[in-house]
C-alpha cells in the first residue's frame, strides 16, 4: 500500500526491490574489480548510498503498476530499481552542488573519498575536490544504469519508448529546477519561481513520473497516466514544502537532518521568500546564510519568520495542494487499491515529521 513509504514498515513488493537493488550493485561491484580494485571503492559506495532510504519512489512504481498488472511482475520490479537509482544518483549530484558530505547521518560519497584522501596525506581542498569528482562520477553511472534498465524492460516498443520518454523527462526536467535552485540562491526569488522549481526538480522524478511509469507498463488508459501525473505535482509540492518547515522547525533526532542546515545555508524557501517582506527581517537579515549561525541566532530567525506569518501561509499553500490532490485522486476513476493508497500517501506528504 502506497504511503506507508513515509515510513520504516515493510511493504508488497518492496523486499524484491532491496535484492534487485543489492543484484545491481554486486554485479556492478564484480565487474569494477576486474578492471581495478580503486574504482571497485566507488562502486560500494555508490551502494552504500543506495542504501537506508524510504524506497517511496519503487513503491509508487509497484503500486501504480500493480492496480492495473499483476504487482509482482520481475518488469516492475525492475522498473523501481531504475527509479531507485536514478533517486540515488540526483542525492549525489546535489550534495555535490551543496558541498554536502554527509547523508543520513554518515558519510557520502564525496565525503567518503574526500576523508580517504585526507588520510593519505592529501591537502583539504585538493581532498575534497577528488570526493566531489567521485560523486559526480558515480551519479552518471548510475543516471546511466537507469536508461539501460529501462530499456530492458519487456514491453512492446511503443510502452518502452513511452518509459524511456518518461525518463528523460527525469532528467531534463530535474536538471532544469536544480539549475533554477543554484539561480534563486543568488537571488530573492517569488513564490511562483519557488514552486515552478520545486515542481521540476522534486515533484516530477519523485512523485509522477514514478507513478506514470508504473501505470504506463501496467497497461493503464492514457487519461489515468495523465491524471497520475498531475496528482504526482501536487504531493511532490506538499512533499517538499514540508520538507523545508521541517528543515527549520523540526527536530534533528526525528529529522536526521541539522535544523540549522537550512538557515546556515541561506535556502531560499517559500517561507524565506515571505518573511523576507516583513519589516522584522531586517533585524535578523545578516544571521541568515552565516556558516557559523548559531542556536540563539537561528531562534530569532524562527521568531521573526513566525511573526511575519510565512510559516502559517507555507502551511496553507501545503493543505491547498493536498486538497487539489485528493480531489483529483477522488474524481479519478483509479482502481480502488491505487485511490486509497495515493489518499494515504497524499495524508503523509503533509502530516509527516521526517
Known sequence: MIGTALDAAPRLGIAEVEDAIEAFFADRIARAVAHDPEYAQLWTAARDSAAGGK???????????????????ADAVRLALAFELLHTAFLMHDD???????????????????????????????????GEAAAILAGDLLISAAHRIIAEVEAPNGVRTALLDVLDDCVFLTAAGEHADVRQSTASPDRHEIIAMIERKTAWYSFSAPL??????????????????????????????????????????????????DLREGKQTLLIAWARRHPAWRTVADDFGRADLDDEAADRLREVIDASGARARVEAVIRERFAEAVAAIEFGGFPSDLRDGLLTTAAGCVERER
Request: proline share 4%; net charge positive; no cysteine.
Open 55 to 73: 524506497r517511496l519512489r519503487p513503491e509508487l512504481v509497484l503500486a501504480a503498476h500493480g492496480a492495473y498488472a499483476r504487482p509482482d511482475a
Open 212 to 261: 506514470q511509469a508504473g501505470a504506463l507498463l501496467g497497461g493503464a488508459p492514457a487519461e489515468a497516466v495523465d491524471r497520475l501525473g498531475e496528482i504526482g505535482r501536487h504531493l511532490g509540492v506538499a512533499f517538499q514544502l514540508r520538507d523545508d518547515v521541517l528543515g527549520v522547525y523540526g527536530t534533528s533526532a526525528v529529522t536526521g537532518k541539522s535544523v540549522l542546515g
Open 96 to 130: 555535490v552542488i551543496d558541498h554536502d558530505v554527509v547523508r543520513r547521518g554518515a558519510p557520502n560519497v564525496s565525503g567518503r573519498f574526500m576523508l580517504e584522501a585526507r588520510a593519505r596525506g592529501i591537502a583539504a581542498g585538493r581532498a575534497r575536490e577528488y
